[in-house]
Protein backbone atom coordinates (compact mmCIF):
# COMPACT_ATOMS: atom_id res chain seq x y z
CA UNK A 1 0.00 0.00 0.00
CA UNK A 2 2.84 2.57 0.90
CA UNK A 3 4.17 2.25 -2.61
CA UNK A 4 1.12 2.68 -4.05
CA UNK A 5 0.10 6.08 -1.50
CA UNK A 6 3.53 7.43 -1.27
CA UNK A 7 4.53 8.19 -4.96
CA UNK A 8 0.83 10.02 -5.07
CA UNK A 9 0.97 12.04 -2.49
CA UNK A 10 5.09 12.97 -3.99
CA UNK A 11 3.64 13.79 -7.42
CA UNK A 12 0.63 15.84 -5.44
CA UNK A 13 3.51 18.20 -3.43
CA UNK A 14 5.13 18.79 -6.68
CA UNK A 15 2.42 19.60 -8.74
CA UNK A 16 1.29 22.06 -6.34
CA UNK A 17 5.00 23.68 -6.27
CA UNK A 18 4.53 23.91 -10.27
CA UNK A 19 1.11 25.24 -9.87
CA UNK A 20 2.10 27.75 -7.07
CA UNK A 21 4.87 28.71 -8.44
CA UNK A 22 6.58 27.37 -4.93
CA UNK A 23 10.09 27.88 -3.08
CA UNK A 24 11.12 23.82 -4.82
CA UNK A 25 11.03 25.62 -8.47
CA UNK A 26 14.19 27.72 -7.25
CA UNK A 27 16.59 24.63 -6.36
CA UNK A 28 14.91 23.00 -9.48
CA UNK A 29 16.23 25.63 -11.47
CA UNK A 30 19.76 25.65 -10.10
CA UNK A 31 20.61 21.94 -10.35
CA UNK A 32 19.09 22.09 -13.78
CA UNK A 33 22.05 25.09 -14.48
CA UNK A 34 24.18 22.68 -12.87
CA UNK A 35 23.93 19.47 -14.75
CA UNK A 36 22.51 20.70 -18.38
CA UNK A 37 25.44 20.65 -21.01
CA UNK A 38 23.57 18.99 -24.38
CA UNK A 39 25.55 16.76 -26.19
CA UNK A 40 25.44 13.84 -27.68
CA UNK A 41 25.34 10.96 -25.42
CA UNK A 42 22.35 12.76 -23.51
CA UNK A 43 20.40 12.61 -26.27
CA UNK A 44 21.25 8.86 -26.95
CA UNK A 45 20.25 8.02 -23.97
CA UNK A 46 16.60 10.60 -23.71
CA UNK A 47 15.61 8.91 -26.92
CA UNK A 48 15.86 5.17 -24.40
CA UNK A 49 12.70 7.16 -23.02
CA UNK A 50 11.11 7.26 -27.05
CA UNK A 51 7.41 5.64 -27.61
CA UNK A 52 9.10 4.25 -30.30
CA UNK A 53 11.98 2.38 -28.14
CA UNK A 54 10.55 1.67 -24.98
CA UNK A 55 7.15 -0.04 -26.04
CA UNK A 56 8.73 -2.44 -28.22
CA UNK A 57 10.92 -3.62 -25.52
CA UNK A 58 7.54 -3.89 -23.57
CA UNK A 59 6.37 -5.89 -26.51
CA UNK A 60 8.88 -8.67 -26.93
CA UNK A 61 8.27 -8.58 -22.93
CA UNK A 62 4.82 -9.33 -23.51
CA UNK A 63 5.27 -12.25 -25.63
CA UNK A 64 7.65 -14.00 -23.77
CA UNK A 65 5.59 -14.23 -20.51
CA UNK A 66 2.78 -15.02 -22.59
CA UNK A 67 4.61 -17.99 -23.99
CA UNK A 68 6.06 -19.06 -20.98
CA UNK A 69 3.14 -18.88 -19.06
CA UNK A 70 0.80 -20.66 -21.51
CA UNK A 71 3.75 -23.98 -22.14
CA UNK A 72 4.49 -23.75 -18.51
CA UNK A 73 0.69 -23.91 -17.44
CA UNK A 74 1.25 -21.53 -15.04
CA UNK A 75 -2.22 -20.23 -13.59
CA UNK A 76 -3.82 -16.82 -14.99
CA UNK A 77 -1.11 -16.80 -17.28
CA UNK A 78 -2.52 -14.01 -19.42
CA UNK A 79 -3.02 -12.02 -16.32
CA UNK A 80 0.28 -10.12 -15.90
CA UNK A 81 0.34 -9.22 -19.78
CA UNK A 82 -2.87 -7.83 -20.41
CA UNK A 83 -2.48 -5.14 -17.19
CA UNK A 84 0.82 -3.93 -18.41
CA UNK A 85 -0.63 -3.40 -21.94
CA UNK A 86 -3.66 -1.45 -19.81
CA UNK A 87 -1.36 0.36 -17.41
CA UNK A 88 1.32 1.27 -20.47
CA UNK A 89 -1.87 2.43 -22.41
CA UNK A 90 -3.16 4.49 -19.48
CA UNK A 91 0.14 6.73 -19.43
CA UNK A 92 -0.35 9.24 -22.04
CA UNK A 93 -4.08 9.45 -20.75
CA UNK A 94 -2.41 10.77 -17.48
CA UNK A 95 0.46 12.32 -18.97
CA UNK A 96 -1.19 14.61 -21.52
CA UNK A 97 -3.84 16.45 -18.96
CA UNK A 98 -1.66 17.18 -16.47
CA UNK A 99 0.70 18.74 -19.14
CA UNK A 100 -2.32 20.81 -20.00
CA UNK A 101 -3.21 21.32 -17.00
CA UNK A 102 0.20 22.51 -15.09
CA UNK A 103 1.25 24.21 -18.38
CA UNK A 104 4.93 24.51 -17.41
CA UNK A 105 7.52 26.25 -19.51
CA UNK A 106 10.84 24.52 -20.41
CA UNK A 107 14.43 25.31 -19.72
CA UNK A 108 16.45 28.13 -20.91
CA UNK A 109 17.94 25.49 -23.40
CA UNK A 110 15.05 24.46 -25.12
CA UNK A 111 12.53 26.13 -27.93
CA UNK A 112 9.98 28.52 -25.95
CA UNK A 113 6.70 26.21 -24.85
CA UNK A 114 4.85 25.08 -22.21
CA UNK A 115 3.62 21.98 -20.96
CA UNK A 116 6.84 19.57 -20.02
CA UNK A 117 5.57 18.75 -16.81
CA UNK A 118 5.70 16.06 -15.91
CA UNK A 119 8.06 14.24 -18.29
CA UNK A 120 6.17 11.79 -20.30
CA UNK A 121 9.58 9.92 -21.92
CA UNK A 122 10.54 9.29 -18.04
CA UNK A 123 7.11 7.91 -17.10
CA UNK A 124 7.12 5.86 -20.31
CA UNK A 125 10.63 4.50 -19.40
CA UNK A 126 9.23 3.81 -16.04
CA UNK A 127 6.42 1.85 -16.78
CA UNK A 128 7.75 -0.01 -19.90
CA UNK A 129 11.17 -1.35 -18.47
CA UNK A 130 10.10 -1.56 -15.31
CA UNK A 131 6.83 -3.80 -16.48
CA UNK A 132 9.12 -6.03 -18.61
CA UNK A 133 11.60 -6.71 -15.51
CA UNK A 134 8.50 -7.58 -13.14
CA UNK A 135 6.98 -9.65 -15.99
CA UNK A 136 9.98 -11.76 -16.97
CA UNK A 137 11.19 -11.87 -13.34
CA UNK A 138 9.48 -14.97 -12.35
CA UNK A 139 10.53 -16.91 -15.30
CA UNK A 140 14.47 -16.59 -14.07
CA UNK A 141 15.25 -19.61 -11.84
CA UNK A 142 18.77 -17.88 -11.16
CA UNK A 143 19.22 -15.02 -8.40
CA UNK A 144 22.11 -13.79 -10.58
CA UNK A 145 20.12 -13.69 -13.30
CA UNK A 146 16.98 -11.98 -11.83
CA UNK A 147 19.49 -8.97 -10.01
CA UNK A 148 20.92 -8.77 -13.66
CA UNK A 149 17.64 -7.83 -15.24
CA UNK A 150 16.63 -5.69 -12.55
CA UNK A 151 19.60 -3.83 -12.52
CA UNK A 152 19.30 -3.34 -16.20
CA UNK A 153 16.23 -1.66 -15.96
CA UNK A 154 17.16 0.58 -13.54
CA UNK A 155 20.32 1.62 -15.47
CA UNK A 156 17.65 1.87 -18.41
CA UNK A 157 15.32 4.47 -16.82
CA UNK A 158 18.08 6.25 -15.02
CA UNK A 159 19.51 6.63 -17.99
CA UNK A 160 17.17 8.23 -19.55
CA UNK A 161 16.42 10.56 -16.84
CA UNK A 162 20.14 11.85 -16.58
CA UNK A 163 19.64 12.19 -20.65
CA UNK A 164 16.94 14.30 -20.48
CA UNK A 165 17.96 16.53 -17.76
CA UNK A 166 21.78 16.78 -19.24
CA UNK A 167 20.35 17.91 -22.31
CA UNK A 168 17.51 20.20 -21.18
CA UNK A 169 14.72 18.59 -22.02
CA UNK A 170 13.05 18.24 -18.62
CA UNK A 171 13.74 20.38 -15.46
CA UNK A 172 14.85 17.68 -13.02
CA UNK A 173 11.37 18.08 -11.06
CA UNK A 174 9.72 17.19 -14.57
CA UNK A 175 11.60 13.97 -14.12
CA UNK A 176 10.83 13.29 -10.57
CA UNK A 177 7.20 13.38 -11.36
CA UNK A 178 7.49 11.29 -14.01
CA UNK A 179 9.15 8.43 -11.52
CA UNK A 180 6.23 8.96 -9.03
CA UNK A 181 3.49 8.82 -12.31
CA UNK A 182 5.25 5.45 -13.27
CA UNK A 183 5.82 3.99 -9.75
CA UNK A 184 1.99 3.60 -9.27
CA UNK A 185 0.85 1.54 -12.31
CA UNK A 186 4.33 -1.14 -11.69
CA UNK A 187 3.07 -1.08 -7.74
CA UNK A 188 0.13 -2.84 -9.47
CA UNK A 189 1.88 -5.00 -12.32
CA UNK A 190 3.87 -6.25 -9.05
CA UNK A 191 0.69 -7.72 -6.97
CA UNK A 192 -0.85 -8.49 -9.65
CA UNK A 193 2.04 -10.75 -11.09
CA UNK A 194 2.52 -12.06 -7.43
CA UNK A 195 -0.93 -13.69 -7.20
CA UNK A 196 -1.04 -15.01 -10.84
CA UNK A 197 2.06 -17.48 -10.01
CA UNK A 198 5.28 -18.09 -10.81
CA UNK A 199 6.04 -20.73 -13.14
CA UNK A 200 4.73 -23.43 -11.88
CA UNK A 201 2.47 -25.77 -13.76
CA UNK A 202 -0.63 -26.74 -12.09
CA UNK A 203 -0.54 -29.81 -9.99
CA UNK A 204 -2.81 -32.60 -9.73
CA UNK A 205 -4.71 -33.08 -7.21
CA UNK A 206 -3.54 -36.52 -5.44
CA UNK A 207 -5.34 -39.01 -4.00
CA UNK A 208 -5.72 -38.91 0.09
Same mark, same amino acid.
Given at each position: ?????????????? #????? #?? +???????????????????????????????????? $???????????????????????? $? #??????????????????????????????????????? #??????????????????????????????? /? +?? !?? $????? +?????????? !??????? /???????? !?????????????????????
Amino acid at each position: MLLLVLPVVLLALI #TWQVL #TD +GPLLRPDAEASRALVHPDGFSQFLSDLGNVQVAVPV $LALALAAALWLGRVRGAPRWWLPP $L #TAVVLMALVPAVVVPLKEWTDRPGTPVVPPATGYFPSGH #TATAVVAYGSAALLLLPWLRSPAARRALAAG /C +GV !LV $LGVSY +GLVRHGYHWP !LDVLAGW /CLGAVPLA !LLARVTSRSGRGQPKQADQPK
